[in-house]
């Protein structure tokens, strides 16, 4: 992103929605980097779930279905 990378993004928005009370928004970072600490900082920025690239996409329609559907996402 030409302004800030996707975890600054991530706590920015957590920021604002805490300021403005609103209700979280589901944050699903896709990274092509894969290690545990980056997973593990990803959720310590604000998001909800970490998935790496390439993902298969019969795996990430399942995960957006169960959004949709209000059912808890567990990390593939």
Do not use: C, W, Y
Request: proline share 7%; charged share 25%; hydrophobic share 35%.
């Amino acid at each position: 992103m030409p302004v800030m990378d996707g975890l600054s993004a991530t706590r920015e928005m957590r920021r604002h929605e805490r300021e403005k009370k609103l209700s979280p928004a589901t944050i699903i970072i896709l990274t092509a980097v894969l290690s545990g600490s980056t997973q593990q900082e990803t959720l310590r920025s604000g998001a909800n779930m970490f998935m790496t690239k390439p993902t298969p996409l019969k795996q990430l329609r399942a995960t957006l279905k169960q959004l949709a559907d209000g059912k808890a996402v567990t990390q593939p």
